[in-house]
Nanobody, 120 residues
Framework: QVQLVESGGGLVQPGGSLRLSCAAS????????MGWYCQAPGKQRELVAA???????NYADSVKGRFTISRDNAKNTVYLQMNSLKPDDTAVYYC??????????????WGQGTQVTVSS
């Protein structure tokens, strides 16, 4: 069984920063891409940033230059450093990992979500 446990959300003022973390655990053979998605009320879940096992990154246009995704392969952990936060960044942020276990290959797993609220 695989678990993704997120931490680091909260309430922050506009212009502030937050750092999200997500640790994967369980019977994992290999983790391919890890990423962060967000879902605001009434909207679909959308990609914020993703990073491959080799370190290649991809960002939504709305966060380029403000957010940085990184990962520690030894710890099966992905991070999202969020700077210059705006009220429009308010959403539930979900961690995603595409990974291989002994019974599933390249399957998507999700964290429980962490709320990020940007407000004065």
């Amino acid at each position: 069984q695989v678990q993704l446990v997120e931490s680091g959300g909260g309430l922050v003022q506009p212009g502030g920063s937050l750092r999200l973390s997500c640790a994967a655990s369980g019977s994992i053979f290999k983790i391919n891409t890890m990423g962060w998605y967000c879902q605001a009320p009434g909207k679909q879940r959308e990609l914020v940033a993703a990073i491959t096992s080799g370190g290649s990154t991809n960002y939504a246009d709305s966060v380029k230059g403000r957010f940085t995704i990184s990962r520690d392969n030894a710890k099966n952990t992905v991070y999202l450093q969020m700077n210059s936060l705006k009220p429009d960044d308010t959403a539930v942020y979900y961690c995603n990992a595409r990974l291989t276990t002994v019974v599933r290959s390249n399957a998507d797993y999700w964290g429980q979500g962490t709320q990020v609220t940007v407000s004065s």
